[in-house]
């Protein structure tokens, strides 16, 4: 037997996650008690209803669900799947969590293809789903933005404006000198979503299911995005993966004053500008690390 263990990540998020297991996540109120933040409407269970959008007449609909929306907090929650979901890939479904309504549509862009983003609501005729992605007055609440934009701009020419990135509000909470690796969507969950033990254990149930079905490491295929009909295993996971979001973001938020705030969405933005760079790389250990500059900040 070898006196040394090899270790060994085969994703992103376990790099990440494997990083970030080495710093203390106790965090801080940064700045601004809770109290001063307007009080969320929270979507009463993950178990969230949703509509599988795989028709222009259905898209049509849904786009009228998706404007006029309060937007503080954010009501609209988003999140990608694909098979190797990247410019070098493709996207199988977007969803996107409504949380005064609690309703997930699953938009089914591997059917429909440029028409999931050119085609227009039916009261709202010159809104498109592409117009609200680009739109800097409906913020967007993402996790980890940046794999997603590079995939959207890259095949369809949308630039994501209005963007809330999650990743980066949960390492703004962390105390000053343990902002250098950032922490994956399964920590973060572990950590600090507000779950009951119940939520908790449907949680990792459903993702269970769906990861014994897409994960590679498992035996599965990330092909499986892309079969029709959608399984209701996969249909469950990616739904959970958007309604677990509002938790998230309403535990940040609480946490942040103005100037971190600030430099969340200044930082958002930037990272959509580097996923649009020719030479934007969305893999590798690299995308375990925070924002540089940030690290160096001593409040």
């Known amino acids: 037997m070898s006196s040394s263990a090899e270790i060994k990540v085969t994703s992103n998020e376990e790099v990440v996650d494997f990083l970030a297991s080495f710093l203390d996540r106790t965090t801080i109120k940064v700045g601004e008690p809770a109290a001063t933040k307007p009080k969320p409407l929270e979507s009463k269970s993950l ?27 954010p009501s609209l929650y988003v999140d990608l799947e694909g098979n190797n979901l990247s410019r070098h890939g493709t996207i ?34 010159e809104t498109t ?18 794999n997603d934009s590079d995939a959207l701009y890259s095949h ?12 980066l509000m949960a ?16 920590r973060c969950i572990e950590k600090d979503a507000p779950l009951s033990h119940a939520e908790r254990s449907r949680l990792a149930a459903v993702k269970a299911k769906g990861s014994a079905l897409f994960s590679p490491e498992k035996g599965g ?8 009909p959608l399984s209701g295993e996969i249909a469950d996971y990616c739904v959970q993966d958007a309604a677990i ?7 940040y ?18 990272r959509v500008k580097e996923s649009q760079s020719p030479t934007f790389n969305g893999k590798g250990q690299h995308m375990a690390l925070g924002p540089v500059e940030w690290a160096m900040l001593r409040k």
């Open 92 to 125: 199988s479904i977007l969803q996107i969590h409504v949380r005064t309504t609690g309703h997930t549509y699953l938009i089914d862009v591997l059917t429909l293809g440029s028409l999931a983003f050119s085609t227009s609501g039916i009261l709202h005729a």
């Open 253 to 270: 938020d609480g946490q942040l004053s103005k100037v971190w705030d600030g430099r969340v969405r200044d930082m958002s933005r930037r």
């Open 47 to 73: 178990e969230s209803k949703y509509t599988f959008v795989d028709t222009r007449e259905a898209l049509s609909d849904a786009i009228d669900g998706l404007v006029d929306l309060p937007s503080s907090p």
């Open 245 to 251: 979001l509002p938790r998230l973001w309403s535990h």
């Open 221 to 228: 295929s990330y092909a499986v995005f892309d079969a029709r």
């Open 156 to 167: 369809y020419n949308i630039s994501l404006s209005g963007i809330h990135d999650l990743q």
């Open 171 to 186: 390492l703004a909470t962390r105390n000053p000198g343990q902002r250098r690796v950032i922490s994956g969507l399964a």
């Open 129 to 146: 789903l592409k117009s609200i992605l680009e739109s800097d007055q409906i913020p967007k609440v993402f996790f980890d933005v940046r």
